[in-house]
T-cell receptor
Framework: NAGVMQNPRHLVRRRGQEARLRCSPM?????VYWYRQLPEEGLKFMVY????????ESGMPKERFSAEFPKEGPSILRIQQVVRGDSAAYFC????????????FGPGTRLTVT | GENVEQHPSTLSVQEGDSAVIKCTYS??????FPWYKQELGKRPQLIID?????GEKKDQRIAVTLNKTAKHFSLHITETQPEDSAVYFC???????????FGTGTRLQVTL
């Protein structure tokens, strides 16, 4: 039973470039969450998605960040025109549904902006 | 929004001793309280959780207690081993959107 998959595991971008982070939830899970972790800090909620729907994006920065979870394929977190402050580990988590609160995390994507 | 405080930020214990980490939360409607263990460079791993209708839950050397009236919950690790060394995060389930609000983490070091 494959766990939550994320790729790439490491991503280096220059300032101004775009970063695309992908997340495939566990089999049977239809809910996806994105969290950001700055060095030596806790995880901060960014966005919660179900297939083709954004349910809660209260943690997303207003500009440059967007997320989607299409009917087919992985969830994508997109960061446009990256800045040094975007350097962080981005974790995706999945859960089976609203009746189950457990969230299981992927290995994360470590984004470095140079 | 929900506010979660976690203490201590660092904890050093000798192998075999117990470790206790405490978290407080602000939203009385919170109903699910998981604990995650994160080793350096790895993913957060769910190790134990508790729901608001239960006061205590135990899984081998790990236990969690919840005091809803005081709005705090604690992680207890008994007979600590070097492989327990990691950063531990508490979290609180918030609202109908199911997002988790995390504490700031406790770095546990188990020394020989």
């Amino acid at each position: 039973n494959a766990g939550v998959m994320q790729n790439p595991r490491h991503l280096v971008r220059r300032r101004g470039q775009e970063a695309r982070l992908r997340c495939s939830p566990m089999k049977g899970h239809s809910h996806v969450y994105w969290y950001r972790q700055l060095p030596e800090e806790g995880l901060k909620f960014m966005v919660y998605l179900q297939k083709e729907n954004i349910i809660d994006e209260s943690g997303m920065p207003k500009e440059r960040f967007s997320a989607e979870f299409p009917k087919e394929g992985p969830s994508i977190l997109r960061i446009q025109q990256v800045v040094r402050g975007d350097s962080a580990a981005y974790f995706c988590a999945s859960s089976p549904g609203t009746a189950s609160y457990e969230q299981y995390f992927g290995p994360g994507t470590r984004l470095t902006v140079t | 929004g929900e506010n979660v405080e976690q203490h201590p930020s660092t904890l050093s214990v000798q192998e075999g001793d117990s470790a206790v980490i405490k978290c407080t939360y602000s939203d009385s409607a919170s109903n699910y309280f998981p604990w995650y263990k994160q080793e350096l460079g790895k993913r957060p791993q769910l190790i134990i959780d508790i729901r608001s209708n239960v006061g205590e839950k135990k899984d081998q050397r790990i236990a969690v207690t919840l005091n809803k009236t005081a709005k705090h919950f604690s992680l207890h690790i008994t007979e600590t081993q070097p492989e327990d060394s990691a950063v531990y995060f508490c979290a609180v389930h918030t609202g109908t959107a199911s997002k988790l609000t995390f504490g700031t983490g406790t770095r546990l070091q188990v020394t020989l």
